[in-house]
């Protein structure tokens, strides 16, 4: 009679072993499941800003995968015409690609000085590139000074990601009334600025040509080789990201953690 309530107790106790190992299973793959839904809800940029422990374990992606994700999120024009998923306004990416163009069409006619018309005069109307070259480099690099506040006020991406993140559910309808707060006066300043950018840059453009009407030609090769200098040069710079990343999350250890970071670095330039 004792053995057998002994087996029966140990049946008992197997079964109950049996079932908590079953739940503990399902809540594990629940778990997975629910984590993994998360993941594919993360856009582009918040993926790629993950903490290192985070990308380890989740970022599953290739370097192709990246190294477009980049494009998507960092390259004006493609942004603008591709990336649907971020946070920022979409008119306003518009708004910011072709103000990026005014500014370094202007930038351009600031570097247009009398050495530079008699060059021109000496050359007969000749476009030397080779004269040419140091003017569209400095010009290229002024405007992305320019482009780099405008940028800041006008995109709200990163905010938002970093509202989004925020896991404190403690005042939460200040925190949004600020962020809206935050929001309204960036893209005042912005629009302000822009317009005042725009201003200044019409007028100058415009006594520029009606004095110098013979080097029209010459200004606006400068700016059409600058402008694709610029549009083509990210698809060369966000390659070395994506060797750093792929380096990082191959294992773990704190080194390669170091490498990571310095990867993060690399694609917010």
Known sequence: MKDSQQNLNTKILLNINDKIEKKQKENIQNYKKENKENIQNYIDEEINCFSYNLALQYDKRTYC???????????NLLCAVF??????????????????????????????????????YEDKGLFDLDTQIPIII????????????????????????????????????????????????????YFIISTLFLLFF?????????????????????????????????????????????LALSNSNRRKECIYNFSKFLQSL
Request: proline residues 2%; positive net charge.
């Open 83 to 120: 990336n649907n998923t971020d946070f920022n306004s979409r008119i306003i990416k518009f708004d910011l690609f072709f103000i990026g163009f005014t500014i370094e069409y202007a930038i351009n006619a600031l570097f247009f000085s009398d050495d530079t018309m008699h060059e021109i």
């Open 138 to 189: 400095y010009s290229t690099i002024i405007s992305y000074i320019f482009n780099s506040p405008l940028n800041w006020l006008a995109l709200t991406n990163d905010i938002i990601i970093s509202f989004k993140q925020d896991n404190t559910k403690y005042n939460i309808l200040i925190k949004s009334r600020k962020l809206v707060k935050i929001l309204f006066i960036k893209f005042i300043l």
């Open 65 to 75: 995968q990246y190294y477009i994700s980049l494009l998507k999120t960092q390259h």
């Open 202 to 246: 019409w007028y100058y453009i415009s006594m520029f040509g009606a004095i110098y009407k013979n080097t029209q030609i010459h200004l606006l090769k400068d700016i059409l080789i600058g402008f694709v200098v610029s549009l083509f040069f990210p698809f060369e710079m966000y390659l070395i990201p994506g060797l750093f990343r792929r």
